[in-house]
């Protein structure tokens, strides 16, 4: 491998690659991974972003290194952190998808075509798209960018993850930009990036591109609050310390692993904002940090009964002076039973105790296609909303965002069922239900349609219908319709 200690490009950069390619590999042999494929791919990224520099002065290699250390730290596997590696080769150093397949494997390309930008060489106006519009032209390359991700990430699940690496660091380095492209970064993030976080159940990318998003936003008023919140974890890490000490000792018998893991601060401070809707960023205590749950502790275990195994765990700390047991309760974006802790520093903790493959698929994501099948082509605008299930007539599941209507999801089944809608009936009543009657989760709906002797649905769409839909898809589709009449 190269030497690039003696390279004096990297050293005026103030930035070591050696260092943290050597970290990398470090974390890539502790994970049992191909270490010559990696370097491999390390080795030609760097070729290819040889005389690329970031916006703030340090070599671009800088940024696919650290993507693929946060990966690894995550325990992704050879391909993806190749992949991570060479990410931005194809939309950047014109590689090519040949040179690509021959050099690694298709998985790796598929990977980083995954996370490729539309150029525009390659963008399309798509004229039945309303979404899409030729006088945006980016705005609407930034869309089909989207959607690729998408598509061709719903084979390849992985690619998320890579995108959600990328956009974490990008945020954690957009200093050097001007504010008003900080802000075009967190709005990009929170209309596509997170929702597609949250819909693959990955906790640690949605809390941390949230908590970013967060520092972002409220750059002008959040420094303080920062530094209540920095000196409390500081201040308070000998607790932690004798308290992880406490919990390993007490459980060894049955847990395999304790792990405390700082609350980010976005979240506590809206837990905070729960306790008392008028604090504000720039008047935040230490009295008020305190008052919210700063800590998860995952107990985790490999062998054994889940509820025989919490039976214990709680007897044990029932009995402990030093902890508290205040609730118990279910985790908002895990939907997991949790146990709410204080200590005698009134110190608060979210307690979970679970298997420990269930805890990293909960950290990383389920990255499944039970899971990626949520994402379709039909909710694409509709990222941002909680999506519930319903169901047909013939009992198939579709998923829909919450709040939707009858019609919304008459236009999901299809766009002649939209059209054609008559009535619905509901969970198999007797009664017909209007277009704009609200569906709750795991509803059974039918669509009566309106049809002619031929048997041929009939359209009778209304204009009004647009204020009884509340999808994106179901919105298009009218618009489109009365555009044309």
Known sequence: MVDFVKNNYFEKNNYS????????LRIAEENNLDKNFIEAAYEKAYELHREQLRKDG???ISHPIEVAIILAKLGFDTNVIAAALLHDTIEDCNYTKFEMVQDFNK???????CVSAIDKTKYVFDEEDIFEDVNFEKSSREEQTFKKLISIGKNNPSGFAIKFADRLH????ISIFEYSKQLEKVKETEKWVIP???ILKSEYFYRALKNECFKITNADVVQKYLDEYNYYHSSNQNNIETLYNYLKNSFSSFISEVKIKDIREYKVFEDIQKENRNVTLQKITQSQIIKAPNYNIYLLFNIGDQTEITHKIINVLSKNEGLNILDARMGGFTNRPLFLLEDDNKNKYNLYIMRKEEYYKQRNG???YKTTVLLDDENIHDLEQDLIRVRTRSGEVKFIPKNSTVLDFAFKIHQDIGFGFKYAI??????KQPPYTKLYKNDQVEIVVERNNKDEIIYNAELKWLAYVNTELAKKLLIKYFERR
């Open 366 to 368: 389920t990255l499944d």
């Open 196 to 198: 597609i976080a949250k």
């Open 58 to 60: 340090t070599p671009y």
């Open 17 to 24: 690659v050696q260092n943290k390619i050597n970290e990398l």
């Open 107 to 113: 998985v790796v390309f598929n990977l980083v075509d």
């Open 170 to 173: 990008n945020l954690r380095t």
């Open 426 to 431: 509901i969970n198999g009543s007797k009664t």
